[in-house]
């Protein structure tokens, strides 16, 4: 007996109250995955972006090994261990708090790999380098100093260059005009009270130029290391100018130079009849070397040496007369 119409429709209802999460795919034949093993992957799992993935965690699993690996234990834990416990004995002595460098001493890499490549990175290029100087020094150990290396000896020198600064090098070259010659206390002076937009660039050169010519090569130092004079010398410069100097340790710029840097932008600059070009923006940075004013007096010195060694000025020569005839050779 078959149900009536009513009924179908009720029964076909209570079969599909309940939604489906999966979507719906149509099956063209019966014996569609048929035969395939259910333990086995789906099909998907050896496509190129899941291979992808897979090499990633890889990676990452052998990073984060890595990493443990150089945060974890070595063989300078003990030693780490001791000084942080004798650290934390004196805090508690003390009754203060570790901060800083006291409270953080096993936090930063130690294992001997790390610090060897770190202080030194090529032992071998060291070790030949101090190979060959110590051949120099035997091969030259009997022969006289050059004019060169006393100098060297004598006299210190520092030479700065600044990072790239945005601006030109024909903008920037009459800043190092201005400096070269004088001393630094006036080279800063002068860019202190100039308009020149890139005058507090360089006079932020000549301030750290001065302070690591201080505290890296000790010059500069007349006072404490007692190289004022008696009294103070008038020498004559390499431009012609006399001035007056009385701490030859005192520092001044010798050399200033300007050179090109990479370019940093490019814009449109739009011209008539539709046409247009490229205008690059440029930067430049400037160099100087200072030196101690000792370097001016013996420059000073030889210059008039030499002039003292020259001959006389004769106006006439002392040489015989030829060629001469009493007429005209034209």
């Given at each position: 007996m078959?149900?009536?119409?009513p009924?179908?429709r009720v029964?076909t209802?209570a079969?599909?109250s309940?939604?489906?999460?999966l979507?719906?795919?149509?099956?063209r034949?019966?014996?569609f995955?048929w035969?395939r093993n259910?333990?086995?992957?789906?099909?998907?799992?050896?496509?190129?972006?899941?291979?992808?993935?897979?090499r990633?965690?890889?990676e990452?699993?052998?990073a984060?090994?890595?990493?443990d690996?150089?945060?974890?234990?070595?063989?300078?834990?003990?030693?780490?261990?001791?000084?942080e416990?004798?650290?934390?004995?004196?805090?508690?002595?003390?009754g203060?708090k570790r901060?800083?460098?006291?409270g953080g001493?096993?936090?930063?890499?130690?294992?001997?790999?790390?610090m060897e490549r770190?202080?030194?990175?090529?032992?071998?290029?060291?070790?030949?380098?101090?190979?060959?100087?110590?051949?120099?020094m035997?091969?030259?150990r009997?022969?006289p100093?050059?004019?060169?290396e006393?100098?060297?000896?004598?006299?210190?020198q520092?030479?700065?260059a600044?990072?790239?600064?945005p601006?030109?090098?024909?903008k920037l070259?009459?800043?190092?005009?201005?400096?070269?010659?004088?001393?630094?206390?006036?080279?800063?002076?002068?860019?202190?009270f100039?308009?020149?937009?890139m005058a507090?660039?360089?006079?932020w050169?000549?301030?750290e130029?001065?302070d690591?010519?201080?505290a890296a090569?000790?010059?500069?130092?007349?006072?404490?290391?007692r190289?004022?004079?008696?009294?103070?010398?008038?020498?004559?410069?390499?431009?012609?100018?006399?001035?007056e100097?009385?701490?030859p340790?005192?520092?001044y710029?010798d050399?200033?130079?300007v050179?090109?840097?990479?370019w940093?932008?490019?814009?449109?600059?739009?011209?008539?009849r539709?046409?247009m070009?490229?205008?690059?923006r440029?930067?430049?940075s400037i160099?100087?070397?200072?030196?101690?004013e000792?370097t001016?007096?013996?420059q000073?010195?030889?210059?008039?040496?030499?002039?003292?060694?020259?001959?006389?000025?004769v106006?006439?020569?002392?040489?015989?007369v030829t060629?001469q005839?009493?007429y005209?050779?034209?």
């Amino acid at each position: 007996m078959s149900l009536h119409l009513p009924a179908r429709r009720v029964a076909t209802a209570a079969t599909t109250s309940k939604p489906s999460l999966l979507p719906l795919t149509q099956r063209r034949h019966a014996w569609f995955n048929w035969g395939r093993n259910k333990s086995s992957p789906p099909s998907s799992a050896n496509t190129p972006f899941t291979q992808e993935l897979t090499r990633r965690e890889r990676e990452e699993q052998l990073a984060k090994k890595n990493m443990d690996r150089t945060q974890g234990t070595s063989i300078f834990d003990e030693e780490l261990a001791d000084t942080e416990a004798k650290a934390k004995e004196d805090g508690d002595k003390k009754g203060g708090k570790r901060t800083g460098a006291e409270g953080g001493i096993g936090r930063a890499t130690s294992m001997r790999e790390h610090m060897e490549r770190a202080m030194d990175p090529d032992p071998r290029w060291r070790v030949r380098f101090l190979k060959r100087k110590v051949v120099q020094m035997v091969q030259n150990r009997n022969k006289p100093l050059s004019r060169d290396e006393r100098i060297k000896r004598s006299e210190k020198q520092l030479v700065s260059a600044s990072p790239a600064l945005p601006t030109s090098t024909k903008k920037l070259v009459h800043l190092s005009h201005q400096i070269v010659g004088k001393t630094v206390d006036e080279a800063i002076t002068q860019m202190r009270f100039s308009k020149k937009k890139m005058a507090r660039e360089v006079k932020w050169q000549l301030e750290e130029a001065r302070d690591r010519a201080i505290a890296a090569r000790g010059m500069g130092l007349g006072s404490v290391s007692r190289g004022a004079l008696d009294k103070p010398t008038k020498i004559q410069t390499k431009d012609g100018k006399w001035i007056e100097v009385n701490d030859p340790t005192a520092l001044y710029v010798d050399q200033s130079w300007v050179t090109k840097g990479p370019w940093r932008g490019v814009r449109i600059q739009y011209h008539a009849r539709s046409r247009m070009s490229q205008m690059w923006r440029p930067t430049a940075s400037i160099s100087v070397v200072l030196k101690e004013e000792k370097t001016r007096i013996r420059q000073h010195d030889e210059r008039v040496e030499k002039q003292a060694k020259k001959a006389p000025w004769v106006h006439l020569p002392n040489r015989p007369v030829t060629a001469q005839r009493q007429y005209y050779s034209w």
